[in-house]
């Protein structure tokens, strides 16, 4: 078993880079059947999803564009405490079919402000997909049209996801070791 040592913790191969470019591959032609015909605008959530993202796009043949998104969390001024806003949605998205491209849905928390955002914009359809997928922590209803590998309760990173900023870089994914 692979392990590698990201500041104090100790992190375990779970998923290789070869089972993540099938899966990305997969994922690619479900979408280029459902939406063909569809003007699309992929929504990717950064930092996070940005190598899912990339590699996932170049095999998409619609007809699409592709935005990045930036979640900000600032300290409100009410007692609500951590609002969350999202930064750099300047595409037009009225009547357009979306498509949200998160790295992990863990609680759903993420997914549930981007989707209440985006649908302000009045999009014909929204679609979610996530590379990893928590289903025992989600806490929402949302569907998840697109989801590559449900994964246990368990802090991991690669392939875009980091632990304290490090480890985004890593092409395959490991799960943290207690
Ligand atoms: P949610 O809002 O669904 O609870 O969490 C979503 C965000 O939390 C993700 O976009 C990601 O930034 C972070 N996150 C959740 N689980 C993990 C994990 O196992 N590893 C890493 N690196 N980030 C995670």
């Known amino acids: 078993m692979e392990t590698i040592a990201i500041q ?12 993540i470019q099938s899966m990305v591959t997969d994922i690619a032609a479900r979408m280029n059947y459902d939406l063909e015909g569809d003007d699309v605008v992929f929504v990717a959530i950064l930092n996070g999803a940005f190598m899912f ?10 007809n ?3 935005t990045f998104l930036k979640l900000a969390s600032y300290q409100g001024s009410n007692s609500t405490g951590i609002i969350k806003q999202l930064i750099g ?8 079919t979306v498509v949200i491209v998160e790295d992990i849905v863990d ?4 997914l549930d402000t981007v989707l209440r955002q985006i649908e302000s914009f009045q ?3 929204i679609k979610v997909a996530a590379l990893l997928f928590k289903p025992d922590v989600y ?20 392939y875009g ?18």
Do not use: M, Q, W
């Open 123 to 125: 999009p014909k359809e």
């Open 64 to 66: 699409c564009r592709i």
């Open 107 to 110: 609680t759903g928390i993420t």
């Open 139 to 158: 806490t929402f209803s949302h569907r998840i049209d697109y989801v590559g590998f449900n994964i246990p309760n368990e802090f991991v990173v690669g």
């Open 161 to 178: 996801l980091d632990y304290n900023g490090y480890g985004r870089n890593l092409e395959h994914i490991y799960t943290i070791t207690d």
């Open 8 to 19: 104090d913790k100790i992190f375990k191969r779970s998923i290789a880079a070869s089972e």
């Open 53 to 62: 993202a990339s590699d996932l796009i170049r095999k998409i043949k619609v």
């Open 89 to 96: 949605l300047n595409e037009v998205l009225k009547d357009k």
